[in-house]
Each structure stands twice: as structure tokens, then as C-alpha cells.
């Protein structure tokens, strides 16, 4: 089966020092994975990764097959959870809600029924 | 704040203590008021020379501002040169905020010096180089040369607040939008100004107060017919000895405090400690 996922070689470096290096990785489709390891051995990093907040300095990162590499964030369409929940304190909690679904062109009639 | 040590049960407790201070200074605030309250005093003197203590009581040098057309005409000038200088220096300051604030790069605190010496220059020295490089060197008319002088000087108090401002965002909510479907742009504008919001507010009335109240820069640029309101002040005093003067620096005592109340509601005034 081919994979949904798929870190290959990623390299990740913060001031010359490499984080991630040669790093594979690959997730089938429905498979629930969880990353272990001490703190500060790039487990965020590589979530980071995939979530398209940091670009690797070598290595691709696949999605269904396709080369996500280069995709800015907010085209990827993933979901992310943070570890401070990042809520946006100028927003009311619907207005928080609906932010995502706003700009994914959802319309006020659906968002509200979500 | 002072930080005392406070033993309870054998356990080191540290508590903050209201500071000492109070009775250190307070002999110095007849010195900063007193001269204040003089010329709010004589501002209501009757007769037409300037004098304490006042004889007769009247509110006619206050309507008198109003009669004197060099007063009028340089007001709108520096109400102009505030505005427009203010919107520049916001259009530079904000970015220059949020780049300082957001990103770390290689010679992040030259920058920031940069930005900020106009502050540690003093006023008659920037003056006198603006007056060699804007008037001199470049020609520039006027209008034109205070429009940049006051610009610079406004932009270290924009950059200052709204930093200061920017150091309570969390940035990790930019990520956020960004990850529910955000531009990058899109998440400046909605997600980022109208958390600063109140910031931005407070550095556009600081600065205009720096700018409108500015004498050392402005008087080396204003020039013949063209003057702004502090400069027309120190005319009209070398000129006429009545209470006029004292009269509008009422006004202009007032216009201040509403305008740093107004500020100390929005953030308070931590921003001038904090660096
Ligand atoms: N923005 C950054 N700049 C420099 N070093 C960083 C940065 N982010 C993370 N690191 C370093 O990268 C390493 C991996 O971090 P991270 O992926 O957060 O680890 P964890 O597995 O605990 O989530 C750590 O040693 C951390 O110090
Ligand atoms: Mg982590």
C-alpha cells in the first residue's frame, strides 16, 4: 500500500546545527502513529514540518504522492493542535470557531449549523 | 517595587512591598508644578500685561487667542504637519515593529538603534543637521521639510509603543490562522492589527503630541509665512507681553493631559520603562 505521508531525507538545521538529518518517514493512510523521544530531539520540528511552518533545507515531503514541499501553509489544509492553545483573543469563541470555516468558503448559514 | 524576604514557618517567602520613594521626590514637585500653576494663574489676569499676582480676573486673553491670525494660521499648519507626519511614520513604524518584534536576524539591534536615536540625539543637534541636509543640501520647500523632520522624530515613539505593544502577542496565533487558511497578509490584518489595536492608538497620540509640541526641530525649518504653532508662540512672546501666552499654554497643558490619560487608559505607561 502506498503511503499518505512521506518524509524523504528531510534535513532540518537551526543555526548550522542539524536538528533533523536524512530523517524518512512514512505513514499509511488510517494508521494512528504517535512520535516518542526525549524532549528537544525534533519531535515539534518535525510536525512543524509537515504542517508547513518550517521549510526542510534538504529532503521532500509527500502527501498523497504529490510534492508538498513547497506548499504554504495555509493551502495545505491540515489540521494542527498547539501546545499553548493559540486562540485568538481578539475573537469572540463563535468568531474563533468560525475562522477556519470563513476562509475555507464556507457559508454563514453552514458555519452556524456546524 | 522592593522585594522583601519574609520569613513564615521556616519558609523563605519573598513579597512585594509598596516603595519608599514617595517622600525622596515629592520635595521636588512644587518645582515641576509650581511654575504651572503661575501660568495657569496669570492666564486669567484682566489687565494687558503679564504679571503675578494677578489683578483683575478675565477669560478675555483666552477669547484674544482666537483673534490673532498668526495663531489660527500656524495651528492648521501643525495639525497638517502632525497628521501627515504621523501617517508616515506609521506606515514605516508598524512593519519595522512587527519585523523587530517577530523575526531575530543578523544586526537586529544596529536597526533598532537606528530607529530609536532620534530620541538620544538632542533635538537641537537633529535640528541643525536637517537644516544642512533638508533645507540646505536638498532644497526642499517648507512644508516639505517639516513633513520629514517631523516624521523622523515621531517614528522612534511609534516603533518604541507599538513594539512594546507586540511584546504581549503571542505569536503562535499567526501560525494558527495560517494553518486554518490564512495568507500571510490576511493573517497581518486580521489577526494581528486588531490585537494591537489600542497599541497603534497610543503611538499615533504620543507621537502627535512629540511632533506638535516639537520647537528644536521645527525651528530651523520653518521659514518666512510658514510656522508652526510653538514657533508662533515664541514670536508672539518676543513681541507682546500680554497674558495671550499663558492663555494657550493652558489650552495646550490640557490637550496634552487628555491626550496621555486617553494613552494611560489603553496600555498605561509601562512602554516608557520597558525597553
Ligand atoms: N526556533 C528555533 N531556533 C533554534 N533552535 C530551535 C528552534 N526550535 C527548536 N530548536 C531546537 O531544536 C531541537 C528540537 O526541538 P523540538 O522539535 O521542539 O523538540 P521536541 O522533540 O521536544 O518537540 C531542540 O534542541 C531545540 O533547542
Ligand atoms: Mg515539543
Same mark, same amino acid.
Given at each position: 500500500?502506498?503511503?499518505?505521508?512521506?518524509?524523504?531525507?528531510? +534535513?532540518?538545521?537551526?543555526?548550522?546545527?542539524?536538528?533533523?538529518?536524512? @530523517?524518512?518517514?512514512?505513514?499509511?493512510?488510517?494508521?494512528?502513529? +504517535?512520535?516518542?523521544?526525549? +524532549?528537544?530531539?525534533?519531535?515539534?520540528?518535525?510536525?512543524?514540518?509537515?504542517?508547513?511552518?518550517?521549510?526542510?533545507?534538504?529532503?521532500? @515531503?509527500?502527501?498523497?504522492?504529490?510534492?508538498?514541499?513547497?506548499?504554504?501553509?495555509?493551502?495545505?489544509?491540515?489540521?494542527?493542535? @498547539?501546545?499553548?492553545?493559540?486562540?485568538?483573543?481578539?475573537?469572540?469563541?463563535?468568531?474563533?470557531?468560525? @475562522?477556519?470555516?470563513?476562509?475555507?468558503?464556507? +457559508?454563514?448559514?453552514?458555519?452556524?449549523?456546524? | =517595587?522592593?522585594?522583601?524576604?519574609?520569613?513564615?514557618?521556616?519558609?523563605?517567602?519573598?513579597?512585594?512591598?509598596?516603595?519608599?520613594?514617595?517622600?525622596?521626590?515629592?520635595?521636588?514637585?512644587?518645582?515641576?508644578?509650581?511654575?504651572?500653576?503661575?501660568?495657569?494663574?496669570?492666564?486669567?489676569?484682566?489687565?494687558?500685561?503679564?504679571?503675578?499676582?494677578?489683578?483683575?480676573?478675565?477669560?478675555?486673553?483666552?477669547?484674544?487667542?482666537?483673534?490673532?491670525?498668526?495663531?489660527?494660521?500656524?495651528?492648521?499648519?501643525?495639525?497638517?504637519?502632525?497628521?501627515?507626519?504621523?501617517?508616515?511614520?506609521?506606515?514605516?513604524?508598524?512593519?519595522?515593529?512587527?519585523?523587530?518584534?517577530?523575526?531575530?536576524?543578523?544586526?537586529?539591534?544596529?536597526?533598532?538603534?537606528?530607529?530609536?536615536?532620534?530620541?538620544?540625539?538632542?533635538?537641537?543637534?537633529?535640528?541643525?543637521?536637517?537644516?544642512?541636509?533638508?533645507?540646505?543640501?536638498?532644497?526642499?520647500?517648507?512644508?516639505?521639510?517639516?513633513?520629514?523632520?517631523?516624521?523622523?522624530? =515621531?517614528?522612534?515613539?511609534?516603533?518604541?509603543?507599538?513594539?512594546?505593544?507586540?511584546?504581549?502577542? !503571542?505569536?503562535?496565533?499567526?501560525?494558527?490562522?495560517?494553518?486554518?487558511?490564512?495568507?500571510?497578509?490576511?493573517?497581518?490584518?486580521?489577526?494581528?492589527?486588531?490585537?494591537?489595536?489600542?497599541?497603534?492608538?497610543?503611538?499615533?497620540?504620543?507621537?502627535?503630541?512629540?511632533?506638535?509640541?516639537?520647537? !528644536?526641530?521645527?525651528?530651523?525649518?520653518?521659514?518666512?509665512?510658514?510656522?508652526?504653532?510653538?514657533?508662533?508662540?515664541?514670536?508672539?512672546?518676543?513681541?507682546?507681553? !500680554?497674558?495671550?501666552?499663558?492663555?494657550?499654554?493652558?489650552?495646550? =497643558?490640557?490637550?496634552?493631559?487628555?491626550?496621555?490619560?486617553?494613552?494611560?487608559?489603553? =496600555?498605561?505607561?509601562?512602554?516608557?520603562?520597558?525597553?
Amino acid at each position: 500500500m502506498v503511503a499518505l505521508f512521506t518524509l524523504q531525507d528531510i +534535513s532540518v538545521a537551526y543555526n548550522k546545527q542539524n536538528i533533523l538529518k536524512d @530523517f524518512n518517514l512514512e505513514i499509511e493512510k488510517g494508521k494512528l502513529v +504517535s512520535l516518542l523521544g526525549p +524532549s528537544g530531539c525534533g519531535k515539534t520540528t518535525t510536525l512543524r514540518l509537515i504542517a508547513g511552518f518550517l521549510q526542510a533545507n534538504d529532503g521532500k @515531503f509527500l502527501f498523497k504522492e504529490k510534492d508538498y514541499t513547497k506548499v504554504p501553509v495555509n493551502k495545505r489544509n491540515f489540521g494542527f493542535v @498547539f501546545q499553548n492553545y493559540a486562540l485568538f483573543p481578539h475573537l469572540s469563541i463563535f468568531d474563533n470557531i468560525a @475562522f477556519g470555516l470563513r476562509l475555507r468558503k464556507n +457559508s454563514k448559514t453552514e458555519i452556524e449549523k456546524k | =517595587m522592593v522585594w522583601q524576604k519574609i520569613k513564615s514557618k521556616g519558609v523563605e517567602v519573598y513579597a512585594g512591598k509598596k516603595s519608599r520613594i514617595g517622600p525622596v521626590y515629592s520635595p521636588g514637585v512644587p518645582f515641576l508644578l509650581g511654575p504651572l500653576l503661575i501660568i495657569s494663574v496669570t492666564s486669567f489676569e484682566g489687565g494687558n500685561i503679564l504679571k503675578f499676582p494677578p489683578e483683575e480676573f478675565s477669560l478675555r486673553w483666552y477669547e484674544n487667542i482666537f483673534n490673532v491670525e498668526m495663531f489660527l494660521v500656524a495651528f492648521k499648519t501643525s495639525i497638517l504637519v502632525s497628521l501627515a507626519g504621523n501617517l508616515l511614520a506609521l506606515l514605516l513604524g508598524v512593519p519595522a515593529a512587527y519585523a523587530l518584534s517577530r523575526f531575530d536576524f543578523k544586526g537586529k539591534s544596529v536597526i533598532n538603534a537606528f530607529f530609536v536615536s532620534p530620541i538620544l540625539i538632542p533635538g537641537i543637534v537633529l535640528g541643525f543637521a536637517f537644516l544642512r541636509y533638508i533645507v540646505g543640501t536638498y532644497q526642499l520647500p517648507i512644508y516639505a521639510a517639516l513633513f520629514v523632520g517631523h516624521t523622523v522624530i =515621531m517614528l522612534p515613539f511609534i516603533i518604541r509603543v507599538i513594539s512594546s505593544s507586540l511584546s504581549n502577542f !503571542d505569536f503562535s496565533i499567526e501560525e494558527a490562522a495560517e494553518s486554518l487558511g490564512a495568507s500571510k497578509l490576511g493573517t497581518f490584518f486580521t489577526v494581528v492589527l486588531p490585537n494591537i489595536k489600542s497599541g497603534i492608538l497610543a503611538a499615533v497620540m504620543i507621537a502627535f503630541l512629540e511632533s506638535f509640541n516639537n520647537v !528644536d526641530i521645527s525651528v530651523y525649518m520653518t521659514g518666512p509665512g510658514v510656522s508652526t504653532f510653538p514657533i508662533q508662540m515664541l514670536t508672539y512672546v518676543e513681541n507682546y507681553f !500680554d497674558p495671550t501666552i499663558s492663555a494657550i499654554s493652558v489650552l495646550l =497643558m490640557f490637550i496634552t493631559a487628555f491626550f496621555m490619560f486617553i494613552v494611560e487608559r489603553l =496600555m498605561g505607561l509601562s512602554y516608557f520603562t520597558k525597553r
